[in-house]
DNA sequence: GATGAATGAGACTTCATTCAT
DNA sequence: AATGAATGAAGTCTCATTCAT
């Protein structure tokens, strides 16, 4: 019964942060606001996380492992390789576009915001790299795919795929682009990327 | 000497907001930090500054400003259409690696850390992309890159570079590879993206 | 015509002043606010005035020159001491009713809010006592009034009448209680005060 | 002991804030400066107080209270009615001069200055007006005092005394004039003013 | 576990005043 | 005569964090 009630608490900051993060943004996430949400004092907070970066670092965390997990899924549908990218592609973007702010507090590591991101955190957070890095090893053994160095390819791969995201949702594209239209566009440019070219699939479009 | 002092203190205080964010990065760049290098009080930033947004947006924009120039530059002195796109490409990396702080100040604009941004302003960003998109047109008016929708093709050769300049400068980068090996390795994709592609060219690399 | 001129700006100010202190108050009556009020620079204000105090003073002066002066006529159109009396108070009245702000102001003084007022200045703002002072002596000389001590009877007379007004302005009154009948109620006990009583009541003390 | 210092700060800061109003006057009266003298950080205040305003008028309703217990205390030694409301404005008298910046704090509620004084704090206000008040009432039973309105009369004498004691405590009475001679005489005739007066004086206005 | 008190940093605003031009 | 720039004080608010209970 304690226990539960102690993961419970755990539980419902985290999802008051996830609250007070969807509607107010990272600049006005205090903790003073989540400990108000759920009608608990700032301090207490503290008894479940290190400080207020631990706790974004959570919600970073969950938010990755949930990528990750939807990654793994639409893997695990598809059947060739280039079809596994491409699901791998949208569901990335599918994932961008539909928790925003979670997607933008993944990226916030990188800038000095949130610099003390712990090490071991990463490895988790590396789990999306592999799954790409098994689809273009998988693609370069059945001929498909040109890669050398799958691993390589695979952050390659993400960061373009991050930088179209980036693009869309800082609002930042031209208002005469269509957004689906690029985000289809880069799509298929990262992914020809990979294809084995030949003279017959340049056309093939 | 009187315009060069009256001009001085908001030239003062940008050189100082630069070095902080240098030396602190932008989680500990504070208007009393500034005011407190270049010993001055911290109301007079307000003098010249409507608030901190608006301090951070001036950097960002001479940051873009410079960066756009370099970029024109170097265009400039490159002959083909991909020799341009490798050109532009380089110096971009360049850019982001030599200044990362302004760099990733520029890319605040997105995260709602900086939601204020104003429109005015965002038409000195875009400068950026119609040198990219000149640069394709040219190509495609030449044979030498597949492109229809330069403007696109812009927003997408920009948003990956920009990608792959995210995940180097935020250190997601598993150690096991080269960070040069890299940037090269994906620039390489890139461009390659918006060739012509023919049997011929597939083995070349 | 630059004689003129430079009359007209303090007097501009003097006038900017009232009308902010008349729709602000006090409390937000300040030195950009009046010169926001006639597109004058705020350190123009210095070109007349030392400094806020000074200008407040210039406020206190004038108004309480206006009143002297409707004290003075109220006077010289009474008859009888008593009706002189009578109708010094009146006018006292309805001088601190209409101009509240500029009577608070010139109460001002007192608190340390105005301290440096300058001991020239006094001299002026006396000149009520000494009006109030030459009735008394009048109605002494005529029998009509007890007092061997005009000038001390003239400033318990000012006293009580600016307690009176200063309860009525601070509108501390009882909301049971009629203004007017207390204004009225506290005139009549006043200046019966300075009437001669007769042997019966001077000994019941 | 815990409880001790948890009451502690606000006692401590209503005490400082009492010294530096006493040592400073009302115009260099800073949150600031009070956090100052007790080595507190300015915002500790607004943990205890709403704003500047609410600490003054904490300072005010304590002054308040202050004198209605002198007053009340007078009252019950004092025989007569005559004799009380003697004691009453002597004791009035004795505390606007011990107590000469919190008298003039309590009387700051008038002027814009401090607008914002809450109504609930207003009754507090009033007790001394009641004292007068029941004091009026005893003397009319008594048929000594002349009142048919002892809650107005208690309010001109307030005023009366607040208009005698204001003119000595701002320093403008003439200095000719003897202090302490001022305040006997003012008494004398306000007192004077609620006594039974006789037909002769009573038809002679 | 949980909390209230306190802290110090910081943003932002308004202000009176000074100074150099 | 007039002004813009700068200053320092101050009020107000919000915040992350610490501490003692």
Redesign the interface.
């Known amino acids: 019964m304690s226990k539960t009630k102690e993961l419970n608490l755990k539980e419902q900051i985290i999802d008051a942060a996830r609250r007070v993060l969807l509607s107010e943004?990272?600049?006005n996430f205090s903790l003073r606001k989540i400990a108000g949400e759920i009608d608990v004092s700032a301090t207490s907070i503290y008894l479940h996380f290190e400080n207020k970066d631990d706790l974004v670092h959570t919600l970073m965390e969950q938010a990755i492992e949930r990528l990750n997990n939807q990654l793994q899924q639409v893997v695990s549908e598809a059947d060739s390789p280039i079809a596994k990218l491409e699901a791998l592609a949208y569901e990335y973007v599918r994932f961008a576009l539909k928790y925003q702010?979670e997607y933008?507090i993944i990226?916030?590591?990188?800038?000095?915001?949130m610099?003390r991101y712990p090490k071991e955190k990463?490895r988790k957070?590396?789990k999306g790299?592999e799954i790409v890095s098994n689809v273009l090893q998988e693609g370069a053994d059945g001929g498909l795919i040109a890669e050398e160095?799958p691993?390589?390819?695979a952050?390659?791969f993400?960061?373009?795929?991050?930088?179209?995201m980036?693009?869309v949702?800082?609002?930042?594209?031209?208002t005469?682009?269509n957004r689906q239209?690029?985000i289809d566009?880069?799509i298929e440019?990262?992914i020809?990327?990979?294809k084995?070219?030949?003279?017959l699939?340049?056309n093939n479009k």
Chains 1, 2, 3, 4 share one sequence.
């Not at 990226?107 to 915001?113: R, V």
């Not at 993400?158 to 179209?164: E, K, S, Y």
């Not at 084995?196 to 003279?199: G, K, L």
């Open positions: 943004g990272y600049r702010r933008q990226h916030l590591t990188s800038s000095d915001e610099t990463f957070a590396r790299y160095k691993r390589m390819a952050y390659t993400w960061a373009q795929l991050h930088g179209v980036s693009v949702l800082s609002k930042r594209l031209d005469r682009i239209e690029f566009e880069a440019h990262i020809d990327g990979y084995i070219r030949t003279a699939q340049t």
